[in-house]
Nanobody, 125 residues
Framework: QVKLVESGGGSVQPGGSLRLSCAVSGVTDSTWYMGWFRETSGKEGEGREPIAYIESSGVPKYADAMKGRFIISKDNVKNTLYLQMENLQPEDTGMYYC????????????????WGLGTQVTVSS
């Protein structure tokens, strides 16, 4: 059974940083991709916005709007996915989710993905 558990969220001031973690278990398909998504305040009805994903080869890819402030990485020994977030702003406030699944599910949203329950990030002064 695939299980993803996010952690590391919290409250920070504008300009601050956070590192999110996603502990992954039960994934047996080595071709699967993994990624980070978010639902930000005021956009709850628009679905989960992609941030970044890591291909099965280990290559990271980023959504255009997320380049520069977010870094995705994966520790294969610890089976943990990370998202380093820098220079956070109030508009980054929201729930952050990790997901695992086949390439088309992670990259294009086609087909089933496995989700964690999310971790809350709040950016305010």
């Amino acid at each position: 059974q695939v299980k993803l558990v996010e952690s590391g969220g919290g409250s920070v001031q504008p300009g601050g940083s956070l590192r999110l973690s996603c502990a992954v278990s039960g994934v047996t398909d080595s071709t699967w991709y993994m990624g980070w998504f978010r639902e930000t305040s005021g956009k709850e009805g628009e679905g989960r916005e992609p941030i970044a994903y890591i291909e099965s080869s280990g290559v990271p890819k980023y959504a255009d709007a997320m380049k520069g402030r977010f870094i995705i990485s994966k520790d294969n020994v610890k089976n943990t996915l990370y998202l380093q977030m820098e220079n956070l702003q109030p508009e980054d406030t929201g729930m952050y989710y990790c997901a695992a699944g086949p390439r088309n599910a992670i990259v294009y949203g086609v087909g089933a993905r496995h989700w964690g329950l999310g971790t809350q990030v709040t950016v305010s002064s």
